[in-house]
């Protein structure tokens, strides 16, 4: 069975590293599209979710990676939020009883300029969440005034709810164990920067090690 683990926080291919390093969960896009590639013909990819969410463009891919392929089988085993409710969307999915699903509004952080770049963002700010609404009205049949108001106050929806609302085919049942939920941690700059110090100076001391154990050879030590 070919397995794709939609865990911690959803970053991009570059930034998964980082996360590697300091070994927190985290998912990429690559992860998904090495998953596929590794799904033998007439082989099932599971894909099980338990992320509160990450970077939007990193979902939107992974999404777009997954949907559509009928071999595709999801499994919300915690929390599908943000992010990774949008990858849960790409296929036929269940859910845990205890499993929950997050939708809400696309944000940016760091925003600065006059009142004409606030505007403009937030005018980029509605055209994505309208853009993500699509994946919610596909799987649900919902239409777009109703799942940009979901998105518009937060809304989180139980097992139950998501059934009955169409955001997943089924509930899963029978004795199962679940992990906790891994809401992922996201990097700040400041600890990106941190790491890249920390991992530039690590392969200096390796390198200088390598140096001394070829002169220690050269030498006949």
């Not at 070994?23 to 509160?52: H, K, M, Y």
């Not at 993500?132 to 940009?148: C, P, S």
Request: proline share 1%.
């Amino acid at each position: 069975m070919a397995v794709l683990e939609i865990k911690g926080c959803i970053v991009s291919n570059d930034d998964k590293w980082l996360y590697d390093w300091v070994g927190w969960d985290a998912t990429c896009p690559a992860d998904a599209e090495r998953a596929i590639a590794e799904t033998a013909e007439g082989e099932t990819l599971e894909v099980f979710i338990n992320s509160g969410g990450g970077s939007v463009s990193a979902g939107q891919e992974i999404y777009s990676r997954l949907q559509g392929r009928e071999n595709v089988q999801i499994e919300i085993q915690s929390i599908a939020g943000s992010a990774a409710s949008i990858i849960a969307m790409a296929g036929k999915s269940k859910i845990s009883p205890v499993g929950i699903v997050m939708i809400h509004n696309v944000a940016i952080r760091g925003a600065s300029g006059d009142y004409h770049d606030m505007q403009k963002n937030a005018e980029i700010l509605m055209e994505l969440n309208t853009a993500l609404a699509e994946a919610y009205m596909g799987k649900t049949g919902m239409t777009q005034e109703e799942v940009l108001e979901l998105m518009d106050r937060e809304t989180w929806l139980s097992a139950r709810k998501c059934l009955e609302l169409g955001f997943v085919d089924e509930i899963m049942e029978g004795n199962k164990e679940f992990t906790n939920s891994v809401w992922g941690m996201e990097m700040t700059e400041e600890m990106k920067n941190k790491i890249i110090s920390e991992k530039a100076e690590a392969d200096k001391r390796e390198k200088m090690k390598q140096e001394i154990l070829g002169n220690l050879y050269m030498y006949g030590v």
